[in-house]
Protein backbone atom coordinates (compact mmCIF):
# COMPACT_ATOMS: atom_id res chain seq x y z
CA UNK A 1 0.00 0.00 0.00
CA UNK A 2 0.90 3.68 -0.45
CA UNK A 3 -0.73 5.85 1.54
CA UNK A 4 -0.79 10.14 0.44
CA UNK A 5 2.06 11.44 2.18
CA UNK A 6 3.13 14.94 3.14
CA UNK A 7 6.67 15.34 3.25
CA UNK A 8 8.85 18.20 4.28
CA UNK A 9 12.40 19.29 2.57
CA UNK A 10 14.84 21.41 4.46
CA UNK A 11 17.72 23.22 1.58
CA UNK A 12 20.22 25.46 3.52
CA UNK A 13 21.87 28.53 1.59
CA UNK A 14 24.57 29.97 3.23
CA UNK A 15 25.48 32.48 0.72
CA UNK A 16 22.17 33.72 -0.13
CA UNK A 17 21.18 34.43 4.02
CA UNK A 18 17.98 32.68 3.56
CA UNK A 19 17.58 28.93 3.99
CA UNK A 20 14.13 27.18 2.65
CA UNK A 21 11.93 24.49 4.04
CA UNK A 22 9.49 22.89 1.18
CA UNK A 23 6.46 20.66 1.93
CA UNK A 24 5.49 18.20 -1.05
CA UNK A 25 2.19 16.57 -0.52
CA UNK A 26 -1.65 15.93 -0.74
CA UNK A 27 -4.44 18.28 0.33
CA UNK A 28 -5.85 16.79 2.88
CA UNK A 29 -9.93 15.85 3.12
CA UNK A 30 -10.30 15.56 6.84
CA UNK A 31 -9.22 17.77 10.01
CA UNK A 32 -7.96 21.37 8.31
CA UNK A 33 -7.32 22.89 11.58
CA UNK A 34 -5.19 20.14 13.03
CA UNK A 35 -3.02 19.88 9.43
CA UNK A 36 -2.67 23.62 9.07
CA UNK A 37 -1.75 24.07 12.68
CA UNK A 38 0.43 21.25 12.75
CA UNK A 39 2.19 22.69 9.66
CA UNK A 40 2.51 26.51 11.07
CA UNK A 41 3.78 24.65 14.56
CA UNK A 42 6.61 22.95 12.52
CA UNK A 43 7.43 26.72 10.50
CA UNK A 44 7.95 28.06 14.07
CA UNK A 45 10.55 25.72 15.57
CA UNK A 46 12.20 26.02 11.85
CA UNK A 47 12.08 30.37 12.12
CA UNK A 48 9.78 30.47 9.05
CA UNK A 49 9.18 34.37 8.88
CA UNK A 50 7.29 34.06 5.06
CA UNK A 51 4.85 30.67 3.65
CA UNK A 52 4.75 30.73 0.02
CA UNK A 53 2.36 28.42 -1.61
CA UNK A 54 2.27 27.16 -5.50
CA UNK A 55 -0.37 25.76 -6.96
CA UNK A 56 -2.03 26.16 -10.55
CA UNK A 57 -6.15 25.94 -11.56
CA UNK A 58 -7.77 24.89 -14.99
CA UNK A 59 -8.18 28.03 -17.17
CA UNK A 60 -9.17 29.43 -20.24
CA UNK A 61 -5.27 29.85 -20.98
CA UNK A 62 -3.33 28.51 -24.14
CA UNK A 63 -0.50 26.90 -24.17
CA UNK A 64 1.25 29.26 -26.61
CA UNK A 65 0.40 31.66 -24.90
CA UNK A 66 2.28 33.36 -21.87
CA UNK A 67 1.39 31.47 -18.38
CA UNK A 68 -1.34 34.04 -16.79
CA UNK A 69 -0.49 34.35 -12.86
CA UNK A 70 -2.30 35.38 -10.34
CA UNK A 71 -1.45 36.17 -6.34
CA UNK A 72 -2.24 36.93 -2.48
CA UNK A 73 -0.31 38.31 0.18
CA UNK A 74 -1.42 38.72 3.72
CA UNK A 75 0.64 42.01 4.11
CA UNK A 76 0.21 44.82 2.13
CA UNK A 77 4.27 45.07 1.32
CA UNK A 78 3.80 41.36 -0.07
CA UNK A 79 0.96 42.88 -2.09
CA UNK A 80 2.96 45.42 -3.97
CA UNK A 81 5.93 43.18 -4.60
CA UNK A 82 4.03 40.60 -6.29
CA UNK A 83 2.67 43.32 -8.64
CA UNK A 84 6.15 44.65 -9.39
CA UNK A 85 7.04 40.61 -10.38
CA UNK A 86 3.86 40.94 -12.85
CA UNK A 87 1.50 38.90 -10.84
CA UNK A 88 -1.57 40.36 -10.27
CA UNK A 89 -3.80 40.16 -6.79
CA UNK A 90 -6.68 37.83 -7.44
CA UNK A 91 -10.18 38.92 -7.26
CA UNK A 92 -11.51 35.45 -6.54
CA UNK A 93 -14.00 35.30 -4.07
CA UNK A 94 -15.63 31.77 -3.30
CA UNK A 95 -14.93 27.28 -1.89
CA UNK A 96 -11.42 27.34 -0.63
CA UNK A 97 -9.25 24.09 -0.55
CA UNK A 98 -6.33 23.65 1.88
CA UNK A 99 -4.38 26.86 0.72
CA UNK A 100 -7.38 29.52 1.77
CA UNK A 101 -7.20 27.38 5.23
CA UNK A 102 -3.18 27.80 5.63
CA UNK A 103 -3.67 31.22 4.85
CA UNK A 104 -6.51 32.03 7.78
CA UNK A 105 -4.03 30.16 10.13
CA UNK A 106 -1.30 32.44 9.11
CA UNK A 107 -2.95 35.54 9.66
CA UNK A 108 -4.74 34.17 12.91
CA UNK A 109 -0.80 33.65 14.29
CA UNK A 110 0.26 36.55 12.68
CA UNK A 111 3.24 35.12 10.28
CA UNK A 112 3.32 36.59 6.74
CA UNK A 113 1.84 34.84 3.36
CA UNK A 114 1.72 34.78 0.12
CA UNK A 115 0.66 32.54 -2.54
CA UNK A 116 0.89 32.08 -6.31
CA UNK A 117 -1.13 30.67 -8.81
CA UNK A 118 -0.53 29.67 -12.57
CA UNK A 119 -3.51 29.15 -15.16
CA UNK A 120 -3.46 25.88 -16.94
CA UNK A 121 -4.88 24.72 -20.07
CA UNK A 122 -8.16 23.39 -19.41
CA UNK A 123 -7.53 20.90 -22.61
CA UNK A 124 -4.51 19.62 -20.94
CA UNK A 125 -6.04 19.05 -17.68
CA UNK A 126 -3.79 16.27 -16.96
CA UNK A 127 -0.63 16.34 -18.49
CA UNK A 128 2.87 17.64 -16.78
CA UNK A 129 2.85 21.11 -18.01
CA UNK A 130 6.90 22.41 -17.22
CA UNK A 131 5.61 25.86 -18.95
CA UNK A 132 3.24 26.75 -16.03
CA UNK A 133 6.14 25.49 -13.43
CA UNK A 134 8.67 27.77 -14.87
CA UNK A 135 6.17 30.44 -14.59
CA UNK A 136 5.60 30.09 -11.11
CA UNK A 137 9.54 29.51 -10.02
CA UNK A 138 10.44 32.83 -11.73
CA UNK A 139 8.54 35.04 -9.52
CA UNK A 140 9.31 33.01 -6.64
CA UNK A 141 12.85 33.34 -7.46
CA UNK A 142 12.83 36.77 -7.64
CA UNK A 143 10.61 37.33 -4.71
CA UNK A 144 13.08 34.93 -2.12
CA UNK A 145 15.74 35.82 -4.14
CA UNK A 146 16.93 32.56 -4.48
CA UNK A 147 18.86 32.92 -7.08
CA UNK A 148 18.00 29.58 -8.84
CA UNK A 149 19.23 28.51 -12.50
CA UNK A 150 16.04 28.21 -14.63
CA UNK A 151 17.52 27.77 -17.77
CA UNK A 152 16.64 23.76 -17.72
CA UNK A 153 12.98 24.36 -16.96
CA UNK A 154 12.54 27.38 -19.19
CA UNK A 155 14.11 24.79 -21.91
CA UNK A 156 11.58 22.19 -20.64
CA UNK A 157 8.89 24.56 -20.69
CA UNK A 158 9.96 25.52 -24.67
CA UNK A 159 10.06 21.67 -25.56
CA UNK A 160 6.25 21.00 -24.04
CA UNK A 161 4.72 24.22 -26.32
CA UNK A 162 6.77 22.12 -29.32
CA UNK A 163 5.51 18.82 -28.31
CA UNK A 164 1.34 20.60 -28.20
CA UNK A 165 1.85 21.88 -31.66
CA UNK A 166 3.42 19.22 -32.98
CA UNK A 167 0.31 17.22 -31.77
CA UNK A 168 -2.00 20.14 -33.00
CA UNK A 169 -1.09 19.88 -36.37
CA UNK A 170 -2.92 16.73 -36.79
CA UNK A 171 -5.94 17.65 -35.00
CA UNK A 172 -7.58 20.48 -36.71
CA UNK A 173 -10.79 20.36 -34.96
CA UNK A 174 -8.90 21.51 -31.79
CA UNK A 175 -6.59 24.07 -33.49
CA UNK A 176 -10.04 25.78 -34.47
CA UNK A 177 -11.29 25.36 -31.14
CA UNK A 178 -8.22 27.06 -29.71
CA UNK A 179 -8.20 30.13 -32.27
CA UNK A 180 -11.63 31.04 -30.77
CA UNK A 181 -10.44 31.10 -27.11
CA UNK A 182 -7.68 32.60 -27.90
CA UNK A 183 -9.89 35.41 -29.66
CA UNK A 184 -12.24 35.07 -26.36
CA UNK A 185 -9.08 35.92 -24.28
CA UNK A 186 -8.29 38.87 -25.98
CA UNK A 187 -11.55 40.51 -24.33
CA UNK A 188 -11.39 38.81 -21.34
CA UNK A 189 -9.71 39.94 -18.27
CA UNK A 190 -7.83 37.88 -15.37
CA UNK A 191 -8.19 34.29 -15.44
CA UNK A 192 -10.75 32.46 -12.74
CA UNK A 193 -10.34 28.80 -12.03
CA UNK A 194 -13.03 26.66 -13.85
CA UNK A 195 -16.21 25.74 -11.30
CA UNK A 196 -17.50 23.73 -13.93
CA UNK A 197 -16.88 20.96 -17.14
CA UNK A 198 -14.85 22.56 -19.74
CA UNK A 199 -16.38 23.57 -22.83
CA UNK A 200 -14.38 21.54 -24.85
CA UNK A 201 -14.46 20.74 -28.92
CA UNK A 202 -16.96 18.79 -30.02
CA UNK A 203 -15.58 15.18 -28.84
CA UNK A 204 -13.54 15.05 -25.97
CA UNK A 205 -12.00 12.13 -27.76
CA UNK A 206 -9.88 14.84 -29.59
CA UNK A 207 -8.51 16.29 -26.82
CA UNK A 208 -8.08 12.88 -25.40
CA UNK A 209 -5.61 11.73 -28.36
CA UNK A 210 -3.77 14.90 -27.69
CA UNK A 211 -2.73 13.95 -24.34
CA UNK A 212 -2.01 11.02 -25.21
CA UNK A 213 0.72 12.10 -27.71
CA UNK A 214 1.79 14.14 -24.75
CA UNK A 215 2.56 11.37 -22.71
CA UNK A 216 4.18 9.02 -25.32
CA UNK A 217 6.29 12.12 -26.09
CA UNK A 218 7.44 12.61 -22.40
CA UNK A 219 8.06 8.64 -21.63
CA UNK A 220 10.37 8.72 -24.98
CA UNK A 221 12.59 11.38 -23.35
CA UNK A 222 12.64 9.38 -19.92
CA UNK A 223 14.19 6.46 -21.88
CA UNK A 224 16.80 8.77 -23.55
Known amino acids: MEWPANVF ?3 TQPDQGRDAVLLLGTEPHLKWLTFTNTVLQLARQCGVELVVCLGAFLGDAVHSRPVPLIGFANRPG ?4 LVEL ?3 PSRYEGPTGIVGALHDACRRQGMASASLWA ?3 HYLASTTNPKAAAALLQPLNDLLGLGIDLG ?7 RFEAQVEEALAANPELTAYLRQLEERL ?4 EPEPRTEGPELPPGEAVVEELEKF ?3 RREEGEDE
Not at 78 to 81: G, P, V
Not at 186 to 189: E, F, P, S
Open 9 to 11: FYH
Open 86 to 88: SVP
Open 119 to 121: AAP
Open 214 to 216: LRE
Open 186 to 189: DTAG
Open 78 to 81: LSRR
Open 152 to 158: EMKRAAA
